[in-house]
């Protein structure tokens, strides 16, 4: 993985997990236990989810970049009707509070989100890949009279 990915998932991951702590913290301090466990376990799907989607929409943009804006939609429609069944099947359980873990859930895909966006803003990337001076030189062509 080149180090600009790399930079970019720290960038995002970093945020999301301290975003998973407070919340965490949040839900030890209103739903005690099963609230703190429910938010950890939100944040690590956030991650989790997330951090596979950006992986696969690099790999994407470096090999198929005609296909990178619909990919892009199709994969963050796919992350979210993921998260969103996730929340679904987990409603009633009794391992950790489901409440927490859906508030969780939205926050750190919000701080997600919000970081992946900061983090590209502020990556230094080439919208045009600029030629070598050796390229633009024009060739001598016909007679030089």
Request: charged share 10%; no cysteine; hydrophobic share 55%.
């Amino acid at each position: 993985m080149p180090s600009n990915d790399v930079r970019t998932l720290l960038q995002t991951a970093v945020p999301t997990a301290a975003a998973g702590v407070v919340a965490a913290a949040v839900s030890a301090g209103v739903a005690g236990g099963k609230g703190a466990l429910g938010a950890a376990v939100a944040t690590l799907v956030v991650i989790l989810f997330m951090g596979i989607g950006l992986v696969v929409l690099q790999r994407t943009a470096r090999s198929l970049p005609h296909l990178f804006q619909a990919m892009g939609l199709m994969l963050y429609t796919a992350q979210l009707l993921l998260l969103f069944i996730f929340v679904a099947v987990f409603k009633d359980t009794s391992l950790f509070n489901p409440k927490a873990f859906a508030i969780t859930l939205v926050a750190t895909t919000l701080a997600w989100i919000g970081a992946q966006a900061r983090a590209h803003m502020k990556a230094k990337i080439l919208y045009v890949e600029p030629e070598s001076s050796d390229a633009h030189q024009p060739k001598k062509t016909g007679s030089s009279a």
